[in-house]
């Protein structure tokens, strides 16, 4: 069965820092171009991080650029999302993609979705 399971969500206080795994299971992540998206209530889902595996390129969103950091363990068949000096309005349900065509932050190119993982941002 092919899946994708995001863990490590939870809330924090305005500054804090939270680390998201997203470990998949029934295929190898090693080849994929693995994305890291968000949806907060009433907004639309962006892109935060992606990887790529035929160079190993990573982006960014400009709002999360010098506090997050993704990246992959072949080995685990996993990847993480670290995230510091989280702020407010990172608070939103996260979710990892993989395919092997994805395509940075473009939603409809990635096949493989995780259920999501809530990251709650509040003092």
């Known amino acids: 069965q092919v899946q994708l399971v995001e863990s490590g969500g939870g809330l924090v206080q305005p500054g804090g820092s939270l680390r998201l795994s997203c470990a998949a299971s029934?295929?190898?992540?090693?080849?994929?171009?693995i994305a890291w998206f968000r949806q907060a209530p009433g907004k639309e889902r962006e892109g935060v991080s992606c990887?790529?595996?035929?160079?190993?390129?990573?982006y960014y969103a400009d709002s999360v650029k010098g506090r997050f950091t993704i990246s992959r363990d072949n080995a685990k068949n996993a990847v993480y999302l670290q995230m510091n000096s989280l702020k407010p309005e990172d608070t939103a349900v996260y979710s990892c993609?993989?395919?092997?065509?994805?395509?940075?932050?473009?939603?409809?190119?990635?096949?493989?979705w995780g259920q999501g993982t809530q990251v709650t941002v509040s003092s």
């Open positions: 993609a993989a395919d092997p065509r994805g395509l940075g932050f473009v939603v409809s190119t990635y096949t493989y």
């Open positions: 029934g295929f190898t992540l090693d080849g994929y171009a």
């Open positions: 990887i790529f595996s035929h160079d190993g390129s990573i």
